[in-house]
């Protein structure tokens, strides 16, 4: 009688297993909120780091009247700005940086000097004598941003452009800047933003307006890269 009596007080009752069920979704519900918060802090610096590079891009025409990078060295040294600094421009006031060069940062088009310039003139963080890819910022999930001009995606003008995105991240960031996708969750063709999924990371821009793709959380495993237009 002693050891049934036992038995029936060490066993757990409904209510006590309803309330470690509780607690356990709880814990789980707190879970996934933390990671999406994560997740969409991570999206919204993504956006922030692209419209930083914007901003400085902006300031510096307003400064000095030229693109940065176009200009010859000599005028970079004769600002104080360090001799070590490798310049392939043109002074032309057209800046060229081919869309191959996006995440290469390749000396032999401005797009090195670009970075060079903005760094030297206060407009954005990081040594002003760093080159090649060394020299490209990284966003919040770890992927490039590169600058590119000409033809971008169907665009033309000057680009910022980020690599290395999930499709959620993609989806999102194309939303913060374009506005709601429509019910297709096709936004990767139109409007400022626009990107492609694809093999490579580092994924380089291409000129031709991009194929309609939904953005698809489940099917898609490539990396997305989205080029923004910023003058």
């Not at 997740?39 to 914007?54: F, L």
Request: proline share 5%; glycine share 12%; charged share 10%.
């Amino acid at each position: 009688m002693k050891l049934q009596k036992f038995a029936r007080q060490a066993g757990f009752t409904l209510v006590e297993i309803a309330i470690v069920l509780v607690i356990i979704g709880l814990l789980l519900v707190g879970v996934l909120q933390g990671q999406e918060m994560i997740e969409n802090t991570k999206t919204k610096s993504i956006v922030s780091d692209m419209k930083s590079v914007q901003a400085a891009y902006n300031s510096y025409l307003d400064r000095y009247k030229v693109p940065p990078g176009d200009e010859a060295n000599a005028t970079f040294v004769a600002r104080g700005w360090p001799a070590a600094m490798s310049n392939a421009g043109g002074g032309n006031g057209i800046l060229t940086m081919p869309v191959a060069n996006t995440f290469t940062n390749a000396a032999a088009a401005e797009n090195e000097s670009f970075w060079q310039a903005l760094r030297a003139a206060g407009f954005l963080s990081g040594s002003s004598t760093d080159v090649g890819t060394a020299a490209l910022p990284k966003h919040s999930a770890n992927g490039l941003i590169g600058v590119s001009t000409g033809t971008v995606y169907g665009m033309v003008g000057v680009f910022v452009c980020a690599s290395g995105l999930t499709t959620k991240q993609a989806a999102a960031v194309d939303t913060m800047i374009d506005g709601p996708l429509p019910a297709t969750n096709i936004g990767n063709n139109v409007g400022n933003m626009r990107g492609i999924n694809g093999a490579g990371n580092p994924l380089a821009p291409v000129a031709g307006v991009p194929a309609a793709t939904a953005y698809n959380e489940t099917t898609q495993v490539n990396p997305w890269t989205l080029c923004m237009k910023i003058g």
